[in-house]
């Protein structure tokens, strides 16, 4: 990418709202009221706004490698709290993708440096259903299982949160689980049942009284 072709493309940008609407930019600053929160991997070929067909101001996103919610890291914390508790969104999506490098990093048993404690994380979802990915022969398809069991942990990791249990049980929230197919461009719900999933532990979990 060109650095200086990046200003004419936003001049380009800034004419071709303001040809729309002349009004574009004194609505767009006045305020945000997002009804998703969608929570990402890094990777540059997976593009929020573009992925949903969203226009400015009405997806809150954030990204990080391979989509994780982790407890300890206050940046997905913070930008949890402040979707619930400040914008009132009314879905949450956790949303991964096919061939994430993040997560073919963590199946590989190899000294990774400053990554060693994030992928960490990814190796646990692997170790809680490792019967089930030992059982697939084939490297791709374990590959791709892995990349939906852990939006699957990721999304319950954001349901552990008292302010997110609030606000499903009063406010309506809802926690999505998706996968960005790239080799077709679909998005695939993973339809996640968290009553199921959490069945035999939900009772600690539980911590909205």
């Given at each position: 990418?060109?650095?200086?072709?990046?200003?004419?493309?936003?001049?380009?940008?800034i004419?071709?709202?303001?040809?729309?609407n002349?009004s574009?930019?004194?609505?767009?600053?006045?305020?945000?009221?997002?009804?998703?929160?969608y929570?990402?991997?890094?990777?540059?070929?997976?593009?929020a706004?573009?992925?949903?067909?969203?226009?400015?101001?009405?997806?809150?996103?954030?990204?990080?490698?391979?989509n994780?919610?982790?407890?300890?890291?206050?940046?997905?914390?913070?930008?949890?709290?402040?979707?619930?508790?400040?914008?009132?969104?009314?879905?949450?999506?956790?949303?991964?993708?096919?061939?994430c490098?993040?997560?073919?990093?963590?199946?590989?048993?190899?000294?990774?440096?400053?990554?060693?404690?994030?992928?960490?994380?990814?190796?646990?979802?692997?170790r809680l259903?490792?019967?089930e990915?030992?059982?697939?022969?084939?490297?791709?398809?374990?590959?791709?299982?892995?990349?939906?069991l852990?939006?699957q942990?990721?999304?319950v990791?954001?349901?552990?949160?008292?302010?997110?249990?609030?606000?499903?049980?009063?406010?309506?929230l809802?926690?999505?689980?998706?996968?960005?197919?790239?080799?077709?461009?679909?998005?695939?719900?993973?339809?996640?049942?968290?009553?199921?999933?959490?069945?035999?532990?939900?009772?600690?979990?539980?911590?909205?009284?």
């Amino acid at each position: 990418m060109n650095i200086e072709k990046i200003f004419e493309h936003n001049k380009e940008w800034i004419d071709k709202r303001l040809a729309q609407n002349p009004s574009y930019f004194d609505e767009l600053s006045s305020g945000q009221n997002p009804e998703v929160l969608y929570i990402g991997c890094s990777d540059s070929r997976v593009t929020a706004e573009e992925l949903l067909g969203a226009e400015p101001g009405e997806v809150f996103v954030h990204r990080n490698i391979a989509n994780m919610v982790i407890g300890l890291d206050m940046n997905t914390t913070s930008v949890l709290d402040y979707a619930v508790e400040h914008l009132k969104v009314k879905h949450i999506i956790v949303c991964g993708h096919y061939n994430c490098g993040g997560i073919k990093s963590a199946m590989i048993p190899k000294d990774l440096g400053i990554m060693n404690p994030w992928l960490r994380n990814i190796r646990d979802v692997y170790r809680l259903h490792a019967d089930e990915l030992n059982a697939i022969e084939n490297e791709g398809m374990r590959y791709n299982r892995l990349v939906e069991l852990n939006v699957q942990e990721q999304c319950v990791n954001a349901v552990k949160n008292p302010f997110v249990q609030r606000a499903m049980l009063n406010g309506g929230l809802v926690v999505h689980g998706w996968v960005f197919d790239l080799f077709s461009g679909q998005i695939i719900d993973l339809k996640l049942d968290f009553d199921k999933i959490l069945k035999d532990i939900k009772e600690i979990y539980d911590i909205t009284e």
